[in-house]
Nanobody, 121 residues
C-alpha cells in the first residue's frame, strides 16, 4: 500500500522559513514533487525532482526561494521554503509517480493528505 505522509507545516511570519518533508512508503518513486492549494484557488505545481536529483523544476512564483531535495535512502522528499510571503499560504501536497513528466504536468498517480502552511504578514 502506497502512502505519502507530509510533515513540517505550520504558522510562520513573512520572511521566515519552513521545511516540509514527505515520507513515501510502499514504493520507491522515480519522481516526487510538491503542489499547493490556497483557499478558493486551484491546486498548483510548486516543484518536482527526479530520482537522482539531477533534474528539478520550480514554479516561477517560488524559484529562488524554495528548494526541493530528496533522500532516497529514506524515501523522503523535502521542500525548503525561505523568504516566505503571505501569498505562499496554502495546503501543500506531496506527489509521486514513476514518470517525471506526470509530476511536472500535475497528473501524478499518488498524493499525500496535505499539510497547512500559513504565512502571516
Amino acid at each position: 500500500q502506497v502512502q505519502l505522509v507530509e510533515s513540517g507545516g505550520g504558522l510562520v511570519q513573512a520572511g521566515g522559513s519552513l521545511r516540509l518533508s514527505c515520507a513515501a512508503s510502499g514504493r520507491t518513486f522515480i519522481a516526487m514533487g510538491w503542489f499547493r492549494q490556497a483557499p478558493g484557488k486551484e491546486r498548483e505545481f510548486v516543484a518536482a525532482i527526479n530520482w537522482s536529483g539531477g533534474s528539478t523544476d520550480y514554479a516561477d512564483s517560488v524559484r529562488g526561494r524554495f528548494t526541493i531535495s530528496r533522500e532516497n535512502a529514506k524515501n523522503t522528499v523535502y521542500l525548503q521554503m525561505n523568504s516566505l510571503k503571505p501569498e505562499d499560504t496554502a495546503v501543500y501536497y506531496c506527489a509521486a509517480d514513476f514518470g517525471y513528466s506526470r509530476v511536472v504536468s500535475g497528473t501524478p498517480a499518488y498524493w499525500g493528505q496535505g499539510t497547512q502552511v500559513t504565512v502571516s504578514s
